[in-house]
């Protein structure tokens, strides 16, 4: 049997066999209802899934309360060990878990795979965290007296994450959040279970191995009620989320009520800058990669293209080229470079762009046109590249396809701010070999984004930056750098070493 024959029944089976075996910690959460799931590949049936109910996950959340209590007192060092032994796990399980994403998400192979070494990296980052959650000491201003600032276990994290990434965002999420001291949450998107409760077998299998509380980390399968939930309950400290703006919108709404924390990874609508000086042939390599790539659906796919216009021909003549020339089709099948659209809901929404920015004077370069036969029954398009007279209602929009609106710019000054007239905040490329434009462009007058590259992409960010953006995209920092702090919480502790009580700021108190 191929690898894509027992990857499909093992997690046949595993979506089966719900709840027991699968579960740990939820171990009786599920409904009688039972939802079908098709791949996106072909339109095939996968199996079924049954969804947690309130009372499910009210009893998960006090699991995990538990298990926090006691997961904030071990060592991180020894937390660290732990998801040493989730990495192992990994390692072993990599290519079947690279197939399953390919399966359940229809990315191609080497990105799945990119996916699962984005998971290994991650354990990677944190298990070297383990033993660096470095606070500080401050000096006072008092005499014998000392400030030192901790950072401490949270408590419950809730993660929300979307199909696009159906690992590797849960593991930016939870690698942190685990050597930080605290217990977790998954809910993950209802189109890529299969991927979560894969995740969430081999997550069990280190727990167990490390005696770690069974119900550390736990898999809630649930849609947006679900969600809700667990952005009210009190006992849940944390709620990172990534899918659209309007998800992020209604999960900092509900926070709020609580004043909860909320770590929001949003929408992106995210734009490169193609400047006189840019090597044009790198340049169309990236824009070809971070637009087409993933089909389109990455919250960093490039959706807008700014081009001097002394150079806008010959670039566009070139990805016209490319992208005629690209691979559409199953993406289990070598030399293939875009699989299906996660559904046909998402191809009628990239239609219904292409038309409208058609009313709105845009002209279709590529894309479109009908697909070669042959293709299974999935939601397969043709990438497509769209000149816009102006940046119009249709471009100010992130819709999740591969659509490449082309904007032309004279002046550097308008290119920037075109690049910052969105509502979303998240990446953005500059195409230039030019000194001036560069220090512009990542200074404080140029682009607005939480990420910023040069001669590359706006997609496939490494782990090792803080990854998120501004504006509507939520403002939260995940992954590397210093994101790990959003998952704890700092003291400052004022130690009296002395024997007088001298106060702060002079204060006199006289009894
Ligand atoms: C996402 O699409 O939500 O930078 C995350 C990238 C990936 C992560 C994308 N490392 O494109």
Same mark, same amino acid.
């Given at each position: ?174 690698? %942190?959040? $685990?050597?930080?001291? *605290? #217990?977790? =949450?998954?809910? /993950? !998107?209802?189109?890529?279970? +299969?991927?979560?409760? @894969? ?64 770590? %929001?990874? $949003?929408?992106?609508? *995210? #734009?490169? =800058?193609?400047? /006189? !000086?840019?090597?044009?042939? +790198?340049?169309?390599? @990236? ?66 762009? $292409? ?157």
């Amino acid at each position: 049997e191929s690898i894509w024959q027992q990857t499909r029944i093992a997690h046949w089976q595993l979506a089966g066999c719900w709840p027991a075996a699968v579960l740990g910690g939820l171990a009786h959460y599920a409904d009688d209802t039972r939802h079908p799931l098709k791949s996106p590949i072909d339109a095939s049936e996968l199996g079924w899934l049954s969804q947690a109910t309130h009372a499910h996950t009210l009893h998960g959340i006090s699991l995990g309360s538990a298990a926090y209590k006691e997961w904030r007192l071990i060592p991180a060092a020894k937390r660290g060990q732990m998801v040493a032994t989730i990495a192992e796990k990994v390692r072993e399980r990599r290519t079947a878990l690279a197939a399953l994403i390919t399966l359940e998400s229809g990315k191609i192979g080497s990105e799945a795979d990119g996916e699962v070494q984005e998971w290994l990296d991650m354990c990677d980052f944190a298990i070297g965290l383990s033993r660096q959650l470095h606070g500080l000491t401050i000096a006072s201003e008092r005499p014998a007296h000392l400030l030192l600032e901790q950072w401490q276990p949270l408590g419950v994290v809730a993660v929300i994450t979307a199909f696009n990434f159906p690992m590797a965002v849960w593991a930016w999420n939870a690698m %942190l959040a $685990l050597v930080c001291g *605290n #217990a977790v =949450i998954w809910k /993950p !998107s209802e189109k890529t279970p +299969l991927c979560a409760l @894969a995740v969430q077998q081999l997550v069990n299998e280190a727990l167990a191995d490390c005696a770690a509380p069974p119900a550390l980390c736990q898999l809630v399968n649930g849609d947006a009620t679900t969600g809700s939930q667990l952005v009210n309950d009190p006992r849940v400290a944390l709620i990172s989320a990534t899918g659209s703006c309007a998800m992020g919108l209604a999960v900092a709404r509900l926070a709020a009520k609580r004043l909860a924390r909320t770590l %929001l990874e $949003l929408g992106g609508n *995210n #734009a490169a =800058i193609v400047t /006189p !000086s840019a090597d044009l042939e +790198l340049a169309s390599r @990236a824009i070809v990669f971070a637009a087409a790539g993933t089909c389109g659906q990455r919250c960093t796919s490039l959706r807008r293209l700014i081009v001097h216009q002394s150079v806008l021909p010959q670039l566009l003549s070139r990805l016209v080229n490319a992208y005629r020339s690209l691979a559409i089709g199953d993406p289990r099948q070598p030399g293939v470079l875009v699989g299906p659209l996660i559904n046909k809901d998402a191809r009628s929404r990239m239609q219904a762009a $292409l038309a409208q920015a058609q009313t709105e004077g845009g002209e279709l370069l590529t894309g479109n046109e009908p697909l070669p036969c042959g293709l299974p029954d999935g939601a397969y398009v043709r990438p497509a590249i769209m000149a816009m007279p102006a940046q119009t209602g249709i471009v100010m929009q992130e819709t999740f396809a591969p659509i490449l609106y082309v904007l032309g710019y004279r002046q550097f000054d308008q290119a920037i701010a075109l690049n910052n007239a969105v509502a979303q905040g998240l990446s953005s490329a500059l195409f230039s070999n030019d000194l001036h434009e560069l220090g512009q462009f990542i200074g404080p007058a140029g682009s607005d984004c939480g990420l910023a590259n040069v001669n590359t992409g706006t997609s496939g960010a490494e782990i090792g930056g803080a990854f998120g953006g501004e504006k509507l995209t939520g403002g939260g920092r995940e992954s590397g750098s210093d994101a790990w702090k959003c998952y704890m919480r700092r003291t400052t502790n004022t130690l009296n070493l002395g024997q007088a009580l001298p106060l702060a700021q002079g204060v006199v108190f006289g009894l």
